[in-house]
């Protein structure tokens, strides 16, 4: 029978591999070293990692090409290397094994590409498969002896690559699924579901590595009830952290681990290792506490799982704004900037004063605009809430914060009482007041604006529940001057299937520019469209517009009617805004106007 090494090899006893590559090869080469390499360019750190762990009494071997894919190389500008290091992984652990003189298994070691390629765009999963399907085939005509796939936090990605690689190879596989640490009761029944789908393919074993951590895998597998197929479970040591750019490894010792591994052995493991923070005296614990002990099938009263259901569809966003779109009344709402220091109260009392007067719907609040350091936007929308009774629209970026930071603070912009925001890309740091800082851009417009709706789903981006759902009333930004309108109507539709519900324009002098980029989406929109007005208080501000701020068209008779107005330029840029505002219900849901900085009460005048 093909492949009947190792087949009979995980009936026969449980096997104990290796463990964590990444953490020993950190503690072994210089710092900054790029891991993804490290078959390339530290051989020798490699195949002595191998050698401890065979010495350790590990007799399976994960190659050292968890992020040796074509994608994951080319970030490091590596992607036509790809066959070179997948092939001298194999071939270090192939020499481990000669070297050291043990009979044991060569595994391919393959990782996930969903947080390296957007899987939920329409390309996306093409590109993936073709990316799992080429590593695979490298590192099974190279000569491992099975593949795992692992480390995978997506099931639908894995179930993806899994075909993928059973496309170009028959080779024994196996398939492991990553968790979040926090360990919620009610969340541990669908884990275990989402392993247990995976032995609908044809695989060698199924099962969790890297996070939860000894104890979490533990709750996940013991809630599986006779697993159809042998189940495998590589933990980590618990959470690395890395501060100062020094890497602090978990706690966990190797007592610790041998408890886990007889557990899991009792659990129905076939295949016990050890992910991020496990050396190899872990590995030695392990492989003593399972010694001799043969695969259990376990048959006992445990809880049954199905496949996890389908998340349930977002809900409905609750606020007055969304109600008046969705009644299709045309609002009207007011853009301000924040204050640049620590007092918000000039703004709050502008703001009283535009919560007056009747035909304002909701006040929108910038965040950093053009760059330049000011009050945080959420708190300050809050805030404008509670004193003035307006309803309001602050402005949320990727730019400024990691996917955690920008949740923790939707989560308490929820509880203050916000209930719109408008998702944007945000203008780079190296405009404005910071051109020496990094931008944080964790994930970008559209993964901000998906993250949105998994909330309004009552999950975060780790699937974990978080209570009542915060269903925002997402807006997202729109520029019907840009320079490549193909590209920017493809931008905005991938924004609304991601989720968005509403769009505001970039600011514009004339009907043609909006009225092309409508034409170009084939003459409507699908949702609600704000459209901006702005009055233009002077010639020197709208030749800046003009000629220095991209995406900004300021047309040619406005600005000589601006310049042969002198003193009176402020009159012309109002008169303009309102021929604009006039006119805007024919062509647009809404319309938000531009306050002055200094003196915002002074735009209700377009109002009268």
């Known amino acids: 029978?093909?492949?009947?090494?190792?087949?009979?090899?995980?009936?026969?006893?449980?096997?104990?591999?290796?463990?964590?590559?990444?953490?020993?090869?950190?503690?072994?080469?210089?710092?900054?070293?790029?891991?993804?390499?490290?078959?390339?360019?530290?051989?020798?750190?490699?195949?002595?990692?191998?050698?401890?762990?065979?010495?350790?009494?590990?007799?399976?071997?994960?190659?050292?090409?968890?992020?040796?894919?074509?994608?994951?190389?080319?970030?490091?500008?590596?992607?036509?290397?790809?066959?070179?290091?997948?092939?001298?992984?194999?071939?270090?652990?192939?020499?481990?094994?000669?070297?050291?003189?043990?009979?044991?298994?060569?595994?391919?070691?393959?990782?996930?590409?969903?947080?390296?390629?957007?899987?939920?765009?329409?390309?996306?999963?093409?590109?993936?498969?073709?990316?799992?399907?080429?590593?695979?085939?490298?590192?099974?005509?190279?000569?491992?002896?099975?593949?795992?796939?692992?480390?995978?936090?997506?099931?639908?990605?894995?179930?993806?690559?899994?075909?993928?690689?059973?496309?170009?190879?028959?080779?024994?596989?196996?398939?492991?699924?990553?968790?979040?640490?926090?360990?919620?009761?009610?969340?541990?029944?669908?884990?275990?579901?989402?392993?247990?789908?995976?032995?609908?393919?044809?695989?060698?074993?199924?099962?969790?590595?890297?996070?939860?951590?000894?104890?979490?895998?533990?709750?996940?597998?013991?809630?599986?009830?006779?697993?159809?197929?042998?189940?495998?479970?590589?933990?980590?040591?618990?959470?690395?952290?890395?501060?100062?750019?020094?890497?602090?490894?978990?706690?966990?010792?190797?007592?610790?681990?041998?408890?886990?591994?007889?557990?899991?052995?009792?659990?129905?493991?076939?295949?016990?290792?050890?992910?991020?923070?496990?050396?190899?005296?872990?590995?030695?614990?392990?492989?003593?506490?399972?010694?001799?002990?043969?695969?259990?099938?376990?048959?006992?009263?445990?809880?049954?799982?199905?496949?996890?259901?389908?998340?349930?569809p977002p809900r409905e966003p609750q606020s007055s704004l969304a109600a008046k779109l969705s009644a299709g009344r045309f609002v009207r709402v007011v853009q301000l900037d924040p204050p640049k220091g620590t007092n918000p109260e000039r703004v709050v009392e502008a703001t009283r004063a535009l919560a007056a007067h009747p035909l304002v719907d909701a006040v929108d609040i910038n965040s950093n605009p053009l760059a330049r350091l000011r009050m945080d936007s959420l708190w300050l929308a809050a805030e404008v809430q509670r004193e003035a009774g307006v309803e309001t629209i602050p402005h949320v970026t990727p730019r400024d914060a990691s996917l955690m930071g920008l949740q923790a603070q939707l989560l308490g912009a929820w509880h203050a009482g916000i209930r719109n925001l408008l998702a944007i890309s945000g203008d780079p740091s190296q405009l404005g007041d910071y051109p020496g800082a990094h931008d944080v851009y964790h994930v970008d417009i559209f993964e901000l604006v998906r993250s949105l709706s998994r909330m309004a789903e009552g999950f975060d981006c780790a699937g974990n529940p978080i209570g009542e759902p915060p269903a925002f009333l997402v807006g997202v930004a729109v520029n019907p001057a840009a320079d490549d309108l193909d590209h920017e109507v493809d931008r905005m539709r991938r924004k609304l299937d991601a989720g968005a519900h509403f769009v505001m324009s970039q600011v514009f002098f004339a009907w043609e520019p909006w009225q092309r980029f409508l034409d170009r989406c084939g003459g409507s929109l699908p949702v609600p469209a704000l459209v901006a007005v702005w009055p233009l208080p002077s010639l020197k501000l709208a030749l800046r517009l003009h000629n220095e701020v991209p995406g900004i068209f300021v047309p040619d008779d406005l600005l000589a009617r601006l310049e042969a107005a002198g003193p009176d330029a402020a009159k012309v840029g109002a008169d303009r805004a309102r021929e604009l505002l006039a006119e805007a219900p024919r062509h647009a849901a809404g319309c938000y106007l531009i306050a002055p900085f200094r003196n915002p009460e002074e735009i209700l005048h377009l109002l009268e």
């Open 1 to 312: 029978m093909k492949h009947e090494r190792v087949r009979k090899r995980f009936a026969d006893h449980v096997v104990v591999a290796d463990g964590a590559m990444g953490s020993e090869l950190l503690a072994r080469v210089p710092a900054g070293s790029p891991l993804d390499l490290a078959p390339l360019e530290h051989p020798e750190e490699v195949l002595a990692i191998h050698l401890a762990y065979l010495e350790a009494g590990a007799e399976l071997l994960e190659t050292a090409t968890f992020a040796a894919s074509r994608p994951r190389l080319e970030r490091l500008r590596a992607g036509e290397r790809v066959d070179e290091v997948n092939s001298a992984g194999v071939k270090l652990a192939r020499e481990a094994r000669e070297v050291a003189g043990v009979d044991c298994l060569v595994a391919g070691s393959i990782g996930p590409l969903a947080g390296v390629i957007d899987l939920d765009e329409p390309a996306g999963p093409a590109a993936i498969a073709a990316a799992h399907a080429e590593q695979a085939a490298i590192l099974a005509g190279r000569g491992a002896d099975l593949l795992i796939l692992e480390t995978f936090f997506r099931l639908d990605e894995l179930e993806l690559a899994i075909d993928a690689v059973r496309g170009v190879t028959d080779l024994p596989l196996v398939a492991m699924l990553t968790f979040p640490f926090e360990s919620l009761t009610e969340s541990l029944a669908d884990r275990a579901g989402q392993v247990l789908a995976l032995f609908a393919r044809d695989l060698l074993a199924a099962g969790v590595n890297c996070a939860p951590g000894p104890q979490g895998v533990l709750e996940v597998i013991e809630q599986i009830a006779d697993p159809p197929g042998p189940l495998a479970v590589m933990p980590n040591a618990g959470a690395l952290v890395r501060r100062d750019g020094r890497i602090f490894l978990p706690p966990a010792t190797p007592s610790y681990l041998a408890q886990f591994a007889r557990r899991a052995a009792a659990a129905g493991a076939s295949l016990i290792g050890g992910c991020c923070g496990t050396g190899p005296d872990h590995i030695r614990a392990i492989a003593a506490a399972v010694a001799g002990m043969r695969p259990v099938r376990r048959r006992h009263a445990a809880v049954a799982v199905e496949h996890p259901h389908p998340a349930p």
